[in-house]
């Protein structure tokens, strides 16, 4: 079975440009998370869906960020304008309903502004 | 309040001896998960083992065994028989559906295997 997919797995790109990085969840999964981890600050959960609903985005750092989950196989996580202090790695994870499902996370997407 | 602290930011362990990650967590609920996360220097995020809140025995995957002492709110990880591949991070993690059954993850702990 596929995994959780995310789109691309590198970028670079400049201060002030927009960055979109693109996650397809596992089929059937309810809920899909995206995080971002730096040094600094550890795992952090942005923002999570269910069932294509946005739940919780306390975590998303400011304005310039937004998601989109348009239907249960694709979201979006989009950086506009972008900046050196957003670079780190952003993963998507995935998982069913009920506290017992475990999460499954993609192999990320590391972000590098400069 | 943290709902999971990991008190340990490293710890050695020499090959092939045993070793526990302390894990403590702390919600109301009744029903939640625990469970621990590998983090290799690769950087993907590998499940390794689950514990649930009304599972009355300590849960085990090969080497991993989870220690769960539920009055004290603790899950903490057990490696037996170390391996220089178990060099990681290791996150431990919780959900509940009390908060929307949203994953809440520990600062975790990095492990170093002595050859």
């Given at each position: 079975d596929a995994g959780v997919i995310q789109s691309p797995r590198h970028e670079?790109?400049?201060?002030?440009?927009?960055?979109?990085?693109?996650?397809?969840?596992?089929?059937?999964?309810?809920?899909?998370?995206?995080?971002?981890?730096?040094?600094?600050?550890?795992?952090?959960?942005?923002?999570?869906?269910n069932n294509n609903v946005p739940i919780d985005d306390s975590g998303m750092p400011e304005d310039r960020f937004s998601a989109k989950m348009p239907n249960a196989s694709f979201s979006t996580l989009k950086i506009q304008p972008s900046e050196p202090r957003d670079s780190a790695v952003y993963f998507c994870a995935s998982s069913?309903?009920?506290?017992?499902?475990?999460?499954?996370?993609?192999?990320?997407?590391?972000?590098?502004?400069l | 309040a943290q709902k999971i602290t990991q008190t340990q930011p490293g710890m050695f362990v020499q090959e092939k001896e045993a070793v526990t990650l302390d894990?403590?967590?702390?919600?109301?609920?009744?029903?939640y998960g625990l469970f621990w996360y590998k983090q290799?220097?690769?950087g993907e995020m590998i499940f390794l083992i689950y514990q649930g809140s009304y599972d009355e025995q300590n849960a085990t995957e090969g080497r991993y065994s989870l220690n769960f002492q539920k009055a004290r709110k603790s899950a903490n990880l057990v490696i037996s028989a170390s391996q220089?591949?178990?060099?990681?991070?290791?996150?431990?993690a919780m959900r509940e559906p009390n908060t929307g059954n949203q994953f809440y993850f520990g600062t975790g702990t990095?492990?170093?295997?002595?050859p």
């Amino acid at each position: 079975d596929a995994g959780v997919i995310q789109s691309p797995r590198h970028e670079v790109t400049e201060m002030g440009q927009e960055v979109t990085l693109r996650c397809k969840p596992i089929s059937g999964h309810d809920y899909l998370f995206w995080y971002r981890q730096t040094m600094m600050r550890g795992l952090e959960l942005l923002i999570y869906f269910n069932n294509n609903v946005p739940i919780d985005d306390s975590g998303m750092p400011e304005d310039r960020f937004s998601a989109k989950m348009p239907n249960a196989s694709f979201s979006t996580l989009k950086i506009q304008p972008s900046e050196p202090r957003d670079s780190a790695v952003y993963f998507c994870a995935s998982s069913f309903n009920g506290y017992t499902g475990e999460l499954f996370f993609g192999e990320g997407s590391r972000l590098t502004v400069l | 309040a943290q709902k999971i602290t990991q008190t340990q930011p490293g710890m050695f362990v020499q090959e092939k001896e045993a070793v526990t990650l302390d894990c403590t967590y702390d919600t109301s609920d009744q029903s939640y998960g625990l469970f621990w996360y590998k983090q290799p220097s690769s950087g993907e995020m590998i499940f390794l083992i689950y514990q649930g809140s009304y599972d009355e025995q300590n849960a085990t995957e090969g080497r991993y065994s989870l220690n769960f002492q539920k009055a004290r709110k603790s899950a903490n990880l057990v490696i037996s028989a170390s391996q220089l591949g178990d060099s990681a991070m290791y996150f431990c993690a919780m959900r509940e559906p009390n908060t929307g059954n949203q994953f809440y993850f520990g600062t975790g702990t990095s492990l170093t295997v002595i050859p």
